[in-house]
């Protein structure tokens, strides 16, 4: 089957990665693994420049009929000063609410050939391979009432509501334990039930969907607070970790300290299965448009390429393409190629395009 990929390449670094990650394309098409028809459109402070709008309405509807997306970054110094609305940022995130991508995947891999990058001892690291599931469209985030008032005496209040709907938490709970039936089929679900009534309910929710659906594999409840500890003390414990928005946010960036560099970190960020049976999903790296890089093929192309590897696994179902891109990746690694980020003292860096070509390569070479 050819399916349809809408590029995003947005801005600073964007360009720069996509284009590294579009040179693994070819690769893959060449090997016969994979074989897609792509579009590119513009998306932030470009889109921002060409249409008065980050996310044209033309370029939502195209978001809309792909069936999947990959997107570099947005962002950048040069639209500092425009309004709130209009931003970079509300570009993207206008998509995530538009395809209702509910469901925010972030690996944590760490790379034997990059170990000692961690700010981990390297025998608690090595190996490390750990998924991240995050509640994105739900939670204190989003919940009303959401405000600040002027109390008599002149003081302030403020309110943020966390607020989990039965639904939401069983949406959220099936993709994490879907992945798991792929994975080792041992699921981590972290809240705080012990002094939030959303965690009581969140862990209710979370153990029926286990009982009814997946009682083969194993699901354990942990303290978000234990889990941040246990992320440091010992990350291999676990496997997939399931959790909210706001324990998600900061258990992904924990995890994110344990893998190296930032240009290493791919995500997915999935929505409901539409009526054709593809899930809705926006695949990008983590990190952002990187202005003190940008233009200078500095940027390191492996979190995008990562991110390609993530679509063809959870959109297309390509496993044996998706192991065989991660191979490559860790190959490429192992036989050398650094990009400045993760270069280390006395290694000679190579460029984004480079490192993109090395990935290819080894691909090929597979
Ligand atoms: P950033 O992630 O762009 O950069 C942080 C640091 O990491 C910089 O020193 C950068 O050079 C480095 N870095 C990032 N990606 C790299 C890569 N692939 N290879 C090598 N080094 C890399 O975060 P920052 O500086 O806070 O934000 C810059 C702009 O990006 C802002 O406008 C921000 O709003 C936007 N941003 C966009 C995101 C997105 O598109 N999803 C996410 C985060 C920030
Ligand atoms: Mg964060």
Not at 63 to 72: E, M, S, V, W, Y
Request: with cysteine; proline share 4%; hydrophobic share 45%.
């Amino acid at each position: 089957a050819s399916y349809k990929l809408l590029l995003l390449p947005g801005d600073g670094i964007g360009p720069e990665v996509a284009a590294g990650m579009q040179v693994v394309l070819e690769a893959l098409k060449e090997t016969g693994l994979a074989t897609f028809e792509t579009e590119t459109d513009l998306v932030g402070g470009c889109a921002l420049d060409a249409h008065g709008s980050p996310l044209a309405d033309a370029t939502l509807q195209r978001a809309k009929d792909a069936d999947a997306i990959l997107l570099g970054a947005v962002g950048g110094p040069k639209w500092a000063g425009v309004a709130y609305e209009n931003r970079p940022e509300a570009g993207l995130l206008r998509l995530r609410k538009e395809l209702d991508l509910f469901a925010n995947l972030r690996p944590a891999i760490c790379y034997p050939a990059l170990a000692e990058a961690s700010a981990l001892k390297r025998e608690l690291v090595e190996g490390l391979d750990i998924m991240i599931v995050r509640e994105l469209t739900g939670g204190v985030y989003f919940g009303e009432p959401k405000e600040i008032t002027v109390l008599e005496d002149g003081s302030k209040r403020a309110v943020d509501t966390q607020v989990y709907t039965t639904a939401e938490i069983e949406r959220i709970a099936h993709v994490a334990f879907d992945l798991a039936g792929k994975r080792s089929g041992r699921v981590a679900s972290a809240e705080k039930h012990n002094v939030m009534k959303s965690g009581v309910l969140w862990k209710e929710v979370v153990t029926k969907v286990h009982a009814e659906h997946y009682a083969d594999l194993q699901l354990e409840h942990i303290l978000a607070d234990n889990c941040a500890m246990q992320l440091v003390r010992r990350p291999k414990q676990f496997d997939v970790l399931v959790t909210d928005n706001l324990f998600g946010d900061v258990l992904s960036d924990i995890a994110a300290m344990l893998t190296g560099s930032l240009g290493m970190l791919p995500s997915a960020s999935l929505g409901a299965v539409d009526a054709g049976g593809l899930r809705r999903a926006l695949y990008e790296p983590v990190h952002g448009s990187a202005p003190d890089i940008a233009g200078q093929d500095k940027a390191n192309p492996i979190a995008m390429i990562g991110s390609l590897a993530m679509c063809l696994r959870y959109s297309f179902g390509l496993g044996d393409a998706a192991d065989a891109l991660d191979g490559a990746i860790t190959d490429a690694l192992s036989g050398g190629a650094r990009t400045a980020d993760i270069a280390g003292e006395g290694t000679n860096p190579i460029g984004t395009r480079a490192m993109a070509a090395a990935v290819a390569d080894a691909l090929r070479a597979r």
